[in-house]
């Protein structure tokens, strides 16, 4: 989700022709981030409730399992500052203004105006529609490799039970 200008103009993103692989690249590799009718695949849902949860409310309580995916809690959102947290980590600066006014309008937010788990899924099936490689991007800077297995590249991604598995190995 590079450029804090992804939003500006419309999020409604025109529909691919029918032709278009956006999203569906790897398929015959069995790695897709798009299903056959345009959502998120089942793969790439669990990854984005892994990075979701590293910065909704409520916090989601680890529970020691250093190789599971975190799930998070139901009715879990982005705070203004779990927004910016993850935008910094996915794109090196927090969002404009415009930008997060732009997220609220057009996606799925708590009355308050926190992005939802669903608004997060919305993001990324957009820009998925549009930049396949931009996901990938993403997805990397959170430590997924290109079949969507955590691998650990960033030390805070890590806990004190993995101090001794060396960067860069896979976690099964």
Request: hydrophobic share 25%; glycine share 8%.
């Amino acid at each position: 989700m590079s450029g804090s200008s992804r939003f500006h103009g419309s999020l409604r993103s025109e529909t691919p022709e029918p032709s278009s692989l956006q999203g569906r690249r790897n398929a015959g590799a069995g790695v897709q981030l798009l299903d056959a009718e345009g959502g998120v695949s089942e793969q790439l849902e669990a990854c984005l409730k892994h990075i979701f949860s590293k910065y909704c409310t409520p916090p989601v309580q680890k529970d020691g399992r250093s190789s599971a995916l975190l799930m998070p809690p139901p009715d879990a959102y982005l705070s203004d500052e779990g927004l910016d947290e993850w935008a910094r980590d996915t794109n090196g600066a927090p969002f404009s203004e415009e930008t997060k006014e732009e997220l609220v309008d057009f996606l799925d937010c708590t009355d308050d105006g926190c992005l939802t788990l669903k608004g997060f899924v919305q993001i990324y099936q957009l820009q998925t529609e549009n930049d396949e490689e931009e996901t990938w991007r993403d997805l990397s800077s959170h430590g997924f490799d290109r079949s969507l297995q955590l691998v650990y590249t960033r030390r805070e991604d890590t806990d004190e039970t993995m101090s001794d598995v060396p960067e860069e190995e896979t976690v099964e």
